[in-house]
């Protein structure tokens, strides 16, 4: 069984500091990897997408990935109030119809 | 980017209605749709996923003959509930994936189904 694991949190920083999201993953086909940010009562957006190892930036965030050890991490750099939300690490399988496989969610609380 | 759009935003009806929930790609073709059902405080569980002009492919548990789902164009997938119980309270989130690869899946913004 595919499984994706994630602290649920709540992380609590403050504003400005860097946020630090982790996930790991069993799925060892898995090549792509995308974090999605979901606010309460909201469906999720896409925040970022990752496919090679080492780190990939968009402005105020990074990926990070290594397919060796199965791990993904996202950094969300002078984090805003604005950023609470619950951030999702999704795998997405290598067979068929390549879907996500998502975990329960990182709850990230930025305190003013 | 990407734009999908999903209809209704939320539905409240009583037992033993069916309900059509409408998921739409905007301004891509979507070669391949996912319909997710997400309860409070879980996360996203795959129902199904839906390539056009195909059967649909379902998840172990769910039943295929209680969730219709057609994808009749590149741009359009339905959901059905068919006689709809209170236990089918949920939020219903669809998305939808260009073909090419290393292709996000884009949202909907998701339907609230409350059934009384």
């Known amino acids: 069984q595919k499984e994706v694991e994630q602290n649920s949190g709540p992380l609590s920083v403050p504003e400005g500091a860097i946020a630090s999201l982790n996930c790991t993953y069993s799925d060892r086909g898995s090549q792509s990897f995308f974090w999605y940010r979901q606010y309460s009562g909201k469906s999720p957006e896409l925040i970022m997408s990752i496919y090679s190892n080492g780190d990939k930036e968009d402005g105020r965030f990074t990926a990070q990935l290594n397919k060796a050890s199965q791990y993904v991490s996202l950094l969300i750099r002078d984090s805003q109030p604005s950023d609470s939300a619950t951030y999702l690490c999704?795998?997405?399988?290598?067979?068929?119809?390549?879907?996500?496989?998502f975990g329960s969610g990182t709850r990230l609380q930025v305190q003013p | 980017g990407a734009v999908v759009s999903q209809h209704p935003s939320w539905v409240i009806c009583k037992s033993g209605t069916s309900v059509k929930i409408e998921c739409r790609s905007l301004?891509?073709?979507?070669?391949?749709m996912f319909w997710y059902r997400q309860f409070p405080k879980q996360s996203l569980m795959l129902m199904a996923t839906?390539?056009?002009?195909?059967?649909?492919?379902?998840e172990q548990g769910v039943e295929k003959d209680k969730f219709l789902i057609n994808h009749a164009s590149l741009t359009l997938s339905t959901l059905t509930v068919t006689s709809a119980h209170p236990e089918d309270s949920s939020f219903y989130i669809c998305?939808?994936?260009?073909?090419?690869?290393?292709?996000?899946?884009?949202f909907g913004d998701g339907t609230r189904l409350s059934i009384l």
């Open positions: 839906s390539n056009e002009g195909s059967k649909a492919t379902y």
């Open positions: 998305s939808a994936r260009f073909g090419r690869p290393n292709q996000p899946q884009h």
């Open positions: 301004d891509f073709q979507a070669t391949t």
């Open positions: 999704a795998p997405e399988g290598n067979t068929g119809r390549r879907a996500l496989t």
